[in-house]
C-alpha cells in the first residue's frame, strides 16, 4: 500500500466506525426499556462512549474539510474547474458541524426524565441524517479527491498520523468495550465507503 493508499483506508474506516457507532446507539435507544438509559445502566454507558467517538471523529471530518478548503484556495486558481467543483462540494449541505449539533440535539433528548422516549426520536433522526446527507457530502468529496495524485495534498488534507490513528482505535474500543447485551455494530449500507 503507498501512503495515499493508507490515508484513504484510514480515512474510510473511521467513517465506517462512525456510520456503526451512529446506527448501533439509534438502534439500541429504539429497543430499549423505559428506564433503560439511567445513570450507570450499560445502555447510557454505551451512550456516552459513542457520544465521544462521534463528536471525536465528526470535529476531525470538519477540521479535514477546512483544510481541503484552504488547500483548494491555495493550489487552484479561481477559475479553474476542479477549484469550482471542489467549492461545490463543499457548500452541499451535510457538513460535520450540521451533523454535530443533530448530535447535540440527540444528547439533549435523552436528558432527564422520559429521556429514553424522547431518545427514540432524536437519535434515528440524527442516524438517518448521518447515513444520507453527511456521507452523501463526504462521497461527493471523496470523489473530488481521488483523482489527486499529490500525496503532500492528503497529508495535509487528511491530518492523520499515528496519534490520530491509535485515538481513534482506542475511542472504538471504548464503544466495542460497552455494547449492551442484543447490540451489534455494523456500518450503514447506504455509504459507498
Known amino acids: 500500500m503507498n501512503e495515499i493508499q493508507l490515508i484513504r483506508a484510514q480515512l474510510a474506516m473511521e467513517r465506517q466506525h ?10 439500541a435507544l429504539a429497543h430499549a426499556a423505559k428506564d433503560a438509559l439511567g445513570s450507570g445502566s450499560p445502555l447510557e454507558e454505551f451512550r456516552r462512549a459513542c457520544v465521544e467517538y462521534l463528536v471525536c471523529v465528526l470535529a476531525w471530518f470538519e477540521e479535514r ?7 483548494g484556495r491555495a493550489r487552484l486558481e479561481a477559475d479553474d474547474p476542479a477549484r469550482g467543483a471542489l467549492e461545490a462540494a463543499l457548500a452541499r449541505p451535510g457538513r460535520s458541524r450540521e451533523a454535530l449539533e443533530m448530535l447535540e ?3 439533549a433528548g435523552t436528558a432527564g426524565a422520559g429521556s429514553t ?7 434515528p ?4 441524517y ?12 471523496e470523489a473530488l479527491l481521488a483523482a489527486n495524485p499529490r500525496v503532500a495534498d492528503w497529508r495535509a488534507a487528511g491530518g492523520i498520523d499515528a496519534d490520530s490513528i491509535m485515538e481513534e482505535r482506542q475511542r472504538y ?7 449492551p447485551a442484543g447490540v451489534a455494530l455494523a456500518a450503514s449500507h447506504s455509504h459507498a465507503g
Not at 462512525?18 to 438502534?27: D, F, I, T, W
Not at 474539510?65 to 488547500?71: A, E, N, P, T, V
Not at 422516549?117 to 437519535?123: C, M
Open 173 to 179: 474500543a471504548r464503544v466495542c468495550a460497552r455494547l
Open 105 to 107: 440535539a440527540a444528547c
Open 18 to 27: 462512525a456510520a456503526a457507532v451512529a446506527n448501533a446507539v439509534a438502534g
Open 130 to 141: 448521518f447515513n444520507s446527507v453527511w456521507s452523501a457530502r463526504r462521497d461527493a468529496l
Open 125 to 128: 433522526q440524527f442516524a438517518e
Open 65 to 71: 474539510d477546512q483544510r481541503l478548503s484552504d488547500l
Open 117 to 123: 422516549a424522547a431518545a427514540r426520536q432524536s437519535w
